[in-house]
């Protein structure tokens, strides 16, 4: 799933990193080599 918008914000269910969106490139996010999950909140 593309970042849309800033604030979104991410998790990566392997590792639990999490990340919040300051500037929208276009692309995906992707920790430990799978596509990270966005979250509510």
Same mark, same amino acid.
């Given at each position: 799933?593309?970042?849309r918008?800033? *604030?979104?914000?991410?998790r990566? =269910?392997? !590792? &639990? =990193?999490?990340? $919040?969106?300051?500037? $929208? *490139?276009? *692309?995906?996010? $992707? !920790? !430990? &080599?799978?596509?990270?999950?966005?979250?509510?909140?």
């Amino acid at each position: 799933m593309p970042v849309r918008k800033t *604030g979104e914000k991410y998790r990566c =269910n392997l !590792c &639990g =990193n999490e990340v $919040v969106v300051s500037k $929208v *490139g276009g *692309g995906e996010l $992707v !920790c !430990c &080599g799978k596509p990270m999950e966005k979250i509510e909140g």
